[in-house]
T-cell receptor, first 115, second 111 residues
């Protein structure tokens, strides 16, 4: 398995534009997490899904952020409109649901820069 | 809500010395405590984890301890090497598979 795959790896966009980040979890993993990493706040959990259903989105900072998981192999995180303070590295991670907490496998991340 | 605090934010040690990173958590329902290492420009990767029914776990130069009563856990790295330089994250996993991370510790090992 190629692991968790995120695209794009880098994104530079102008303030006000819509940004869509994509994630393909490891096959067979049915929990998926979106994290945002900044120097100041570390790794923040934005939202997570279990069996394609959003379980907890309390970490989503504003209504400008939205996430979907239309099927078991694909998720998107959308920011509309984007702002310079959204600049960060966004990680997607997946875990198998075995009844207990277990290791999260991270993608390579998307480095977002909003100018 | 759930919270994980991590200290120190930066740690500098001499090669061969030990490094200790400490974390506290707020949710008493937390039952899983992983530690991740993130090298520069790379993704976080699990290095060791401990579950709530265990007080200590060791893997070569790395050990973790857990005090459930006090709600704190620690990472110990002995005989540090330059390749140990990275950012280390502690985390606490609660029921429902929600994992909350600490803010990270940037470890520098000086040769």
């Amino acid at each position: 398995d190629a692991g968790v795959i995120q695209s794009p790896r880098h994104e530079v966009t102008e303030m006000g534009q819509e940004v869509t980040l994509r994630c393909k979890p490891i096959s067979g993993h049915n929990s998926l997490f979106w994290y945002r990493q900044t120097m100041m706040r570390g790794l923040e959990l934005l939202i997570y899904f279990n069996n394609n259903v959003p379980i907890d989105d309390s970490g989503m900072p504003e209504d400008r952020f939205s996430a979907k998981m239309p099927n078991a192999s694909f998720s998107t995180l959308k920011i509309q409109p984007s702002e310079p303070r959204d600049s960060a590295v966004y990680f997607c991670a997946s875990t198998p649901t075995t009844g207990v907490n277990t290791e999260a496998f991270f993608g390579q991340g998307t480095r977002l820069t909003v100018v | 809500g759930e919270n994980v605090e991590q200290h120190p934010s930066t740690l500098s040690v001499q090669e061969g010395d030990s490094a200790v990173i400490k974390c506290t958590y707020s949710d008493s329902a937390s039952n899983y405590f992983p530690w991740y290492k993130q090298e520069l420009g790379k993704r976080p990767q699990l290095i060791i984890d401990i579950r709530s029914n265990v007080g200590e776990k060791k893997d070569q130069r790395i050990a973790v301890t857990l005090n459930k009563t006090a709600k704190h856990f620690s990472l110990h790295i002995t005989e540090t090497q330059p390749e140990d330089s990275a950012v280390y994250f502690c985390a606490a996993g609660t029921g429902g598979f929600k994992t909350i991370f600490g803010a990270g510790t940037r470890l520098f090992v000086k040769a």
